[in-house]
């Protein structure tokens, strides 16, 4: 009994010396492994504080900055649309084309309308000219006459009709003077017609009054009757 108490002590004292070997052997491989590596590079650099940027998420809805709904003002059937929901236009570029057929035919009557008040301008003003050219010669007649009925070489008669010539001839003139004012003023009126005419035509076309993408088409060429509208946003 006593010699196996003492084996099992010898087991126990060889294991503390295997155990305390190994854990004193491990720092020298350490060292050594530390000893033979590669030298590191290092550099020297001033610290300084600087604002570092930090994230953080946020649940939110994103809205546009400036929008606009696209609508026509005049009632005509939709023949072209050349943009889609998401894509991006730019300002002035053209989003809708309406049938403007029919006022483009407006326009261009109010454009020979306009064309022949000039024409009636210039004939009242022709006239005018005439009328007081009639005039003069309505005057020297009667100055004429007027001296030989004084000298008694002309008759009373004679006197009364010139008297009426020149008096008509001014009526003429005065009539004249009138329809060129009236004629003036009709050219004006003609080319305001023409030009609200071609403003008309504009607005067959509809465009992009900045930049931005389509939110939404509610407009397709199947001849509605009016385009509903287009619903720009700025991304």
């Known amino acids: 009994m006593k010699s196996m108490f003492e084996h099992r002590w010898a087991w126990a004292a060889g294991l503390a010396v295997v155990t305390l070997v190994a854990c004193q052997s491990a720092p020298a491989e ?3 492994e530390a000893g033979a590596g590669a030298p590191i590079d290092a550099r020297l650099a001033r610290v300084s504080l600087v604002e570092w940027p930090s994230t953080s998420e946020a649940g939110g809805v994103v809205r546009a900055g400036q929008t606009a709904v696209i609508s026509s003002r005049v009632v005509a059937p939709v023949t072209q649309v050349f943009v889609n929901a998401g894509d991006r236009v ?6 809708v084309v309406l049938d403007g057929r029919e006022l483009e035919a407006q326009a261009a009557r109010a454009s020979a309308a306009a064309a022949g008040a000039a024409l009636g301008l210039d004939a009242a003003r022709a006239e005018m000219a005439a ?3 009639a005039l003069v010669l309505a005057r020297a007649i009667f100055d004429r ?3 030989l009925h004084d000298k008694q070489s002309a008759t009373a008669q004679e006197l009364d009709q010139a008297t009426a010539a020149r008096a008509g001839a ?3 003139v005065a009539g004249a003077r009138a329809r060129v004012a009236e004629a003036e003023q009709g050219i004006l ?3 305001a017609a023409a030009d609200a005419a071609g403003v008309s035509v504009s607005y067959t076309r509809l465009t992009s009054p900045f930049d931005g993408i389509v939110a939404s088409r ?3 060429a ?3 009757c009016q385009t509903r509208g287009l619903a720009h946003q700025v991304a």
């Open 30 to 32: 350490h060292q050594d």
């Open 90 to 95: 730019r300002r002035g570029q053209t989003l």
């Open 131 to 133: 009328a007081e050219s």
């Open 145 to 147: 006459i007027y001296g």
């Open 170 to 172: 001014e009526a003429r």
């Open 189 to 191: 009126a003609a080319r």
């Open 218 to 220: 509610q407009a397709d």
């Open 222 to 224: 199947v001849g509605a």
